[in-house]
C-alpha cells in the first residue's frame, strides 16, 4: 500500500495542466472523499435513522434517476452557452445545499422532496468535470489527464469508505448526520476550487450563444455511445454480478469477494494511466474498447468455469475473472474518454459529453436487471453477455471510423473576430 501512495504522490508533479491539473486533481480527490463517505452512510441512514423501508428507499433513488437522465442534456446545452465551469460551480452549491437538508429528513416525503432535488444535477456532474479537464489541459493531454483523475478518484473512494466506517461505528443519527455533513462541505469545497481554475482553451467570447442539440441527430456518436454504455457493465458485474455467483452458485466463501474487489481497486490505480496510452487518437480508441469487449468477454466464460471446480482452483478462476474485469474497465474507461473528446462537435462539448454519460446513467438503470437474469439463468446467461461483450468489442473499430467520418465532414466553426475585427463596420 505504501508502494500505491508514493505512486499517486509521483503523479503530483506529472499532472498535465500545470498548476489547473493539479487544483483539478485535489478538486477530484476531495469530491471522491466525500462521495465515498456518504455512500457508505446513505442507505444505513435511511433505513435506521429515518426508518424508511428498503421499497421506498428505491423508489426515491428510482425516481431521482428519472429526473437526473430527464436534466443531462439541458444542463449539457446551458454549459455550451455559459461555459462548463460555471455550471460546475453551481452544480456544487445546489448539491452543498440540499446534502445539507439530507441529514434533517424525517419521512418518506422529506426524502422524495432531498433525493429529487439532489437528482436535477446527479448526472450533469461527470460530463461538466470532463469538459472542464478538456479546457484546461492540451489536446493531447486530455485522456492522459482524466487517467490520472479517476485513479486519484478510486483512492479517494477509499478514504470516504473507511471515514463513512466511522459512522457506521457510532451507529446513531448523529454519527451519520456529521458524515453527511461532511460530504455537503466537500461540494462546498468543490466550488471554490472549480471558480478559481484557468481556463486554456474556450474563453467566454468564443462559446456558443444559441441553443443545439444536433447531437441527437448525430447517429455515429449515439452508436459510439452504446457500445461505451455496454462495455461500462463492469461496473455492475464488480458491484452485483459477482457476489451474487459466488455467494448463489459456488462453493467459495463470501469472504473472498472483499479481496477480489480490492484487486480490482489496486489495479485500476496503478494501471489506468497505462491503460489510456494512444487513446487520443480514433484508431486508439478503437484498439481500447476491443480489448475491453474481449477482457469481459474472458471475465464471463472464466465466471461459467468457477462453480464446477474445488474451491482452492475456484478462487484462482475467479481471480482470473477480476483481473479479466479490470483489464475491460481499464480499457473501456480509456476508450471511452478519448472517444467522447475526438467526437464531440466544437463548441458543443458540453452537451456532447453530457449524452456520452447519458449512455452510462442508462446503463446503471438497465444493467442490474440484466445482470441478475444473467445470474439465475446461469451458464447460458453468462455465454450471452460473453457475446454481447465480444460483439461490441470487434464492433468497434468499424463505429469508431464511421463515427471519425461524420466528425470529419462536420463544417468547421467561423473563426472569433478580434477585437479590432469586431468593431469595423
Known amino acids: 500500500m505504501s508502494d500505491l501512495w508514493q505512486r499517486v504522490r509521483g503523479w503530483r508533479g506529472s499532472v498535465p495542466g500545470g498548476t489547473a491539473g493539479i487544483r483539478l ?94 437528482g436535477l444535477v446527479d448526472k450533469a456532474s461527470a460530463p461538466m468535470s470532463q469538459a472542464l479537464v478538456g479546457q484546461v489541459t492540451k489536446a493531447e493531454d486530455r485522456v492522459r489527464a482524466v487517467a490520472i483523475l479517476r485513479s486519484l478518484r478510486n483512492v479517494g473512494f477509499t478514504v470516504g469508505a473507511l471515514l463513512g466506517g466511522i459512522g457506521l461505528l457510532i451507529d446513531n443519527r448523529a454519527g451519520y448526520a456529521a458524515i453527511l455533513l461532511l460530504n455537503a462541505a466537500s461540494f462546498a469545497v468543490l466550488a ?39 462495455l461500462t457493465m463492469h461496473m455492475t458485474l464488480l458491484s452485483i454480478g459477482i457476489p451474487l455467483w459466488i455467494v448463489g452458485h459456488t462453493d467459495v466463501p463470501s469472504a473472498v469477494i472483499a479481496p477480489l474487489v ?72 480509456a476508450g471511452g474518454w478519448g472517444g467522447s473528446y475526438l467526437l464531440a462537435a466544437p463548441k458543443e462539448e458540453g452537451v456532447y459529453l453530457s449524452v456520452f454519460w447519458l449512455g ?38 468499424h463505429l469508431c471510423r464511421w463515427a471519425q467520418k461524420r466528425a470529419d465532414s462536420r463544417p468547421q466553426p467561423e473563426p472569433e473576430p478580434t477585437p479590432a475585427e469586431a468593431v469595423q463596420p
Open 25 to 118: 486533481a485535489v478538486l477530484t480527490s476531495i469530491d471522491a472523499v466525500g462521495t465515498g463517505a456518504f455512500l457508505a452512510v446513505s442507505v444505513p441512514f435511511i433505513t435506521r435513522s429515518v426508518g424508511l423501508s428498503e421499497g421506498q428507499l428505491g423508489l426515491g433513488l428510482t425516481v431521482s434517476a428519472a429526473i437526473a437522465l430527464a436534466t443531462a442534456i439541458p444542463i449539457g446545452v446551458l454549459a455550451d452557452r455559459i461555459g462548463p465551469k460555471k455550471v460546475l460551480v453551481w452544480l456544487s452549491v445546489w448539491r452543498c445545499a440540499w446534502f445539507v437538508a439530507y441529514p434533517f429528513v424525517q419521512n418518506l416525503w422529506q426524502f422524495l422532496t432531498v433525493v429529487c432535488l439532489l
Open 360 to 397: 452510462v446513467a442508462v446503463q446503471q438503470i438497465a444493467a442490474p436487471i440484466l445482470v441478475s437474469v444473467v445470474v439465475t439463468t446461469g451458464t447460458t446467461g453468462w455465454v450471452v453477455l460473453a457475446a454481447l461483450f465480444a460483439v461490441c468489442g470487434l464492433a468497434a473499430p
Open 192 to 230: 471554490l476550487l472549480a471558480a478559481r481554475l484557468p481556463i486554456l482553451s474556450a474563453p467566454a467570447k468564443s462559446l456558443r450563444r444559441r441553443f443545439s442539440v444536433s447531437v441527437l441527430r448525430d447517429v455515429p456518436f449515439l452508436s459510439f455511445t452504446g457500445i461505451n454504455a455496454v
Open 262 to 333: 480490492a484487486v480490482n481497486t489496486v489495479l485500476a490505480v496503478a494501471l489506468q494511466v497505462r491503460a489510456s496510452r494512444d487513446t487520443d487518437t480514433m484508431p486508439g480508441v478503437a484498439r481500447a474498447l476491443t480489448r475491453a469487449g474481449l477482457s469481459l468477454a474472458l471475465c464471463c466464460v472464466l465466471l461459467v468455469a468457477a462453480p464446477k471446480l474445488p474451491v482452492v482452483l475456484a478462487v484462482g478462476v475467479l481471480l482470473l475473472a477480476m483481473i479479466a474485469l479490470t483489464g475491460g474497465e481499464l480499457f473501456q474507461s
